[in-house]
């Protein structure tokens, strides 16, 4: 064979795998075409039926990539309405069988795919139970998703009973512990009142519970966090915490306490309860915290000075009083103080 005759067999066959790649390129492009299609097809008859707007009797989506399809868009639509038009849209997709779909995806191997089968079984009353029973997923993620899910939709058990189950505070971590807390606070308040007098639950837990009851505004869980405070007196990292969410309660009944903290010996408490005095609008503490302008740590000071701006006249009236005096540490800090303010 000579040498051109092999270049030429080369190039024969260079091009024949050039020929077969580009006829498999489009053989692949068009099932995908036809794939969309039939997505879109699917997307467009689901949503018709999910929304009651269809003429055509509900049928179940039927091949896999239908099934798949109209779970993911009845999880999208669910996400978009409230109140009746989203239990109308349950309902419908209850006729689809979506739950069943979504049951199906909850036991595959892949947790992402459990995951987002448990945010929306959570949605279906007749899918809760198998939502509680991914309580058990051997994912730590699929876990507190689903105690989320089940948070979300007033199904989840007593916050105690999921502190416990998932290792709150202790084994799990997640930042999402917060919004966890936060949405039991929502449907459940009492159970994640008693978290703060559960003997097993972490700090951790605690502080999420603080937090939560604070943001939710329910005055009548000042006196609770009250409670807490005279519990946890000892601890210098839980205190702080539980004063900040005492000022945003702002309740007149932990204004006892706050006052008390004001002379705590641990100057991150003070600062704590000096900044709660400011942001309950608590005046009778204006004497207190000019006492705390001569604080020995700066960031006490600072507090301070902030929380008797924020009280008003008396508590200028204090700031001026205590720059004019002989104190020269606290009347350097009243003098900034009402500087900054004054230039703001």
Known sequence: MTTLLAIWQLSLLLCTVALL???????????AERRDTRRVEERRRVSRALMGVSDEPADPPRRRLERKEAARLALELAELVRGPDRAALLANAEQLRIPRV????????TPQERLLAVEALAMFPSGRERAREMLRDRNANVRLGAALALAQNEAAPPAGMLVRQLGLGTTERSLLIGSLMRDLVEHDPASVEALLADKEASDA????????????????????V???????AQDGDL???IFHAMG???????HPTILR??????????????Q???TSALVEAVEPLGGLLGDETWWVRFRAGEALWRLGPRGHAVLERIAAGTDEIASRAARLTLEERRGA
């Open 239 to 241: 205190l702080p915490r």
């Open 102 to 109: 979504l049951w199906e995806r909850s036991v595959s191997s």
């Open 261 to 274: 903290g004001l002379s705590h010996p641990a100057w991150a408490v003070r600062a704590a309860a000096a």
């Open 276 to 278: 709660a005095a400011g």
């Open 205 to 224: 837990i605690k502080l999420a519970a603080v937090d939560a009851l604070a943001a939710s505004g329910r005055a009548e869980h000042a006196p609770l």
């Open 226 to 232: 009250a409670r807490m405070v005279e519990q946890a």
């Open 21 to 31: 790649a580009l006829a498999s390129i489009l053989i692949a492009r068009l099932f």
């Open 248 to 254: 945003r309660i702002g309740h007149p009944s932990g």
